[in-house]
């Protein structure tokens, strides 16, 4: 079983920036690829990123693609989302989640989800 923890998530201005953190304990890190999802009120939950280390590209959203990156630190067992030019519409819980070893898993059908950070981007 893997249990993962979001951090990082706060209140920030349009056009600001903010790292989410995601750090996974249970299981052997390197089997798992991580994604993140966010919600905002009202709204459907999206898949927005993913990394998985048997894979050579993340996956990046269209939304989110040239203003957000994820990169991953397996010493740390943590996955980051690193965020920039936030907009009010970016104003969502974020989500990390755990698939084994793919992303088509870990944002198709995730095994294990987080708790979520929340992110309010204020105009």
Request: proline letters at 3%; aromatic letters at 10%.
């Amino acid at each position: 079983e893997v249990q993962l923890v979001e951090s990082g998530g706060g209140l920030v201005q349009v056009g600001g920036s903010l790292r989410l953190s995601c750090v996974a304990s249970g299981s052997t890190f390197d089997d798992y690829a991580i994604g993140w999802f966010r919600q905002a009120p009202g709204k459907e939950r999206e898949a927005i990123a993913c990394i998985s280390g048997g894979e050579m590209e993340p996956f990046l959203a269209g939304s989110v693609k040239g203003r957000f990156t994820i990169s991953s630190d397996n010493a740390k067992n943590t996955v980051y989302l690193q965020m920039n030019s936030l907009k009010p519409e970016d104003t969502a819980v974020y989500y990390c989640t755990a698939g084994l070893y793919h992303c088509a898993v870990a944002v198709g059908r995730p095994d294990y989800w987080g708790e979520g950070t929340l992110v309010t981007v204020s105009s």
